[in-house]
């Protein structure tokens, strides 16, 4: 089985395995360069992979940023439908839980800026709470303070073990865990004054 897996929660990574055999792996680690960098990279990790017919494709879907994740969960979407592919959601908190060792409770945490993280609480790599945003002072655990000393750092998510791991599925949403920056009125603003009383047949 062809599994391309690709993740736009944090910087962009893209991966093409068969199996465990790793085909081809790239990575642009610009946070801000998912739309400029995604589609060359996933052409190029394609192209190295010699273009096989993909029979899955993996998606991280966050928490993370609102154009970052749009923009990756949208090109998995394209991707499966053009190969007639499976298409395959997993909380991109619980790919980096993967990637480190550690027995008992630890706690995930990424950047989610405005001076916040987006965290998940993990007991012997599975995720035992729902991912959340928050400022640092409220992440939960024992190694949380002005400096986190815990089971270790990543350096970035890993499409490797994205592609080839065993995660718990969800929707192909994306979980921005805040509102986007960017909304849709509902309905019309009054310019005016709240309380003011304006005579009858004119304005004021």
Not at 143 to 157: I, K, M, Y
Not at 172 to 178: G, I, K, N, T
Not at 181 to 186: F, I, L, N, Y
């Amino acid at each position: 089985m062809v599994t391309i897996a690709l993740d736009t929660s944090l910087d962009v990574r893209v991966a093409v395995c068969d199996g465990a055999d790793v085909l081809a792996t790239r990575g642009f680690e610009d946070p801000r360069a998912h739309v400029e960098q995604l589609t060359p990279l996933l052409d190029e990790a394609f192209e190295e992979a010699g273009r096989p017919q993909i029979t899955r494709v993996v998606v991280g879907i966050g928490p993370g940023p609102f154009t970052g994740l749009r923009v990756g969960i949208a090109a998995a979407q394209v991707l499966a439908f053009l190969h007639g592919a499976e298409l395959v959601a997993v909380c991109s908190l619980d790919v980096l839980a993967k990637q480190v060792s550690c027995d008992g409770e630890f706690s995930v945490v990424t950047d989610a800026r405005r001076g916040e993280w987006y965290h998940a609480r993990y007991a012997a790599g599975e995720r035992i709470g729902e991912p959340a945003v928050s400022v640092p002072d409220v992440v939960p655990g024992p190694h949380v303070g002005p400096v986190v000393e815990g089971a270790g750092h990543v350096g970035h998510l890993d499409p490797v073990v994205l592609a080839t791991g065993d995660f718990p599925v969800m929707p192909p949403q994306a979980l921005y865990l805040r509102d986007p920056d960017a909304k849709v009125p509902t309905r019309r603003k009054s310019a005016l004054v709240p309380g003011l009383v304006l005579p009858a047949g004119g304005t004021r």
